[in-house]
């Protein structure tokens, strides 16, 4: 593979090389890709967030007729707090689930609901077929796509949706394969 230097783009969805660690990676193991959904792909959890906002401001307008200041306080409080949470737990959604692409395998890390973590690997050798599926408007502008390793056996294949630049990651994973 041509040597390729440390970079980070798309809001650290694409990163080249990164200088970090996980759990489970052996020693002689170099990390030569990380890869998060395409910051683009999060513009609708955004949008509903800012749209939440808008109407917690405009239900204030038609509370004073209904509701005590009180109860009115306590109704901005808890709505104030829900939509933190739900724009909390997309975000850690998106930065926790990542694959990750080593000199020695491909890593997919799932986290749902915060608390459940699923990791599937594959070794280089046990990969029979990389495909990257990108169609739409959306995803033609943006260059994302979904990528799918398909390993030998009866191991779990590998899915990573929504990545920037599926193509180069293809191409990536083929020269580490050697095929």
């Known amino acids: 593979m041509e040597e390729t230097t440390q970079s980070h783009q798309f809001l650290h969805s694409y990163c080249i090389r990164p200088d970090v ?4 990676q052996a020693d002689n193991e170099e990390i030569i ?13 955004f949008f509903n967030s800012v749209v939440f ?4 401001i ?3 307008l038609v509370f004073p007729t209904f509701f005590s200041s009180t109860q009115i306080f ?4 808890f709505g104030f707090f ?12 998106w930065f926790f689930n990542v694959g990750i692409v080593t000199s020695l395998k491909v890593v997919d890390i799932d986290f749902d609901n915060v608390i459940y973590k699923e990791v599937t690997e594959a070794t280089l050798e046990r990969i029979e077929d990389i495909t990257s599926k990108s169609g739409g408007f959306f995803q033609s502008l943006f260059n994302y796509g ?4 398909q390993t030998a056996g009866t191991e779990a294949n590998i899915e990573f949706y929504n990545i920037p630049d599926p193509s180069n ?10 095929k």
């Open 58 to 60: 405009l239900l204030n």
């Open 53 to 56: 906002f808008i109407v917690l």
């Open 33 to 45: 890709l990380v890869l998060r959904a395409h910051p683009v792909t999060q513009i609708p959890w």
């Open 146 to 149: 979904n990528l799918f390793v």
């Open 21 to 24: 660690r996980f759990e489970f």
């Open 82 to 93: 829900l939509i933190l949470s739900y724009i909390w737990f997309n975000f850690l959604s």
């Open 169 to 178: 990651v293809v191409r990536i994973i083929d020269d580490l394969t050697g």
């Open 74 to 77: 306590f109704i901005n409080v």
